[in-house]
């Protein structure tokens, strides 16, 4: 029997779930928890592994304190229309990956900290310059 590979839409909502409940400093067990569920069963979610349900879908962002909406942005399909009726760009991928992660929410949260501008742009000049060294053929 063949494994059939996650649904690009489930992933994404996936990891939309995930970077939310990270940036709450919430486990996949209080998650779990919370929405009747094992840490596994989220887990499943996370990975796109399983599908969320409508009502489910409703459920983890009310917990998560964000519009059903922000499960969606920028996410495979176009994204979402706003207010406006003009859709966003979304966002490149690997924005959303990097902010899926415990490191880039941990830099994100900090750098916003920064209240000096001439600081935040040392900041941003600096890790280009080791982004660069690190990585001279991706410019």
Same mark, same amino acid.
């Given at each position: !029997?063949?494994?059939?590979?996650? =649904?690009?839409?489930?992933?994404?909502?996936?990891? %939309?779930? %995930? $970077? %939310?409940?990270? !940036?709450?400093? !919430?486990? /996949?067990?209080?998650?779990?928890?919370? &929405?009747?569920? +094992?840490? /596994?069963?989220?887990?499943?979610? @996370?990975?796109?592994? =399983?599908r969320?349900?409508?009502?489910?879908?409703?459920?983890?962002?009310?917990? &998560? /304190?964000?519009?059903?909406?922000?499960?969606?942005?920028?996410?495979?399909?176009g994204?979402?229309? =706003?207010?406006?009726?003009?859709?966003?760009?979304?966002?490149?991928?690997? #924005?959303?990956?990097?902010?899926? +992660?415990?490191?880039?929410?941990?830099?994100? %949260?900090?750098?916003?900290?920064?209240?000096?501008?001439?600081?935040?742009?040392?900041i941003?000049? $600096? #890790? @280009?310059?080791?982004?660069?060294?690190?990585?001279?053929?991706?410019?």
């Amino acid at each position: !029997m063949s494994t059939k590979a996650p =649904n690009p839409v489930d992933k994404y909502v996936g990891s %939309r779930v %995930r $970077m %939310r409940r990270i !940036m709450l400093g !919430m486990s /996949q067990e209080k998650l779990g928890e919370a &929405l009747g569920l +094992t840490f /596994q069963q989220v887990q499943k979610y @996370e990975k796109g592994t =399983n599908r969320v349900g409508a009502s489910r879908i409703q459920q983890i962002s009310e917990i &998560l /304190q964000v519009p059903v909406s922000f499960l969606f942005e920028g996410g495979p399909g176009g994204g979402l229309a =706003n207010s406006n009726g003009f859709s966003e760009a979304p966002s490149p991928a690997y #924005v959303s990956d990097f902010l899926a +992660t415990s490191e880039g929410l941990a830099l994100t %949260r900090a750098f916003t900290r920064i209240t000096d501008a001439k600081l935040r742009r040392s900041i941003v000049d $600096m #890790v @280009e310059q080791i982004a660069a060294r690190e990585a001279p053929d991706r410019r």
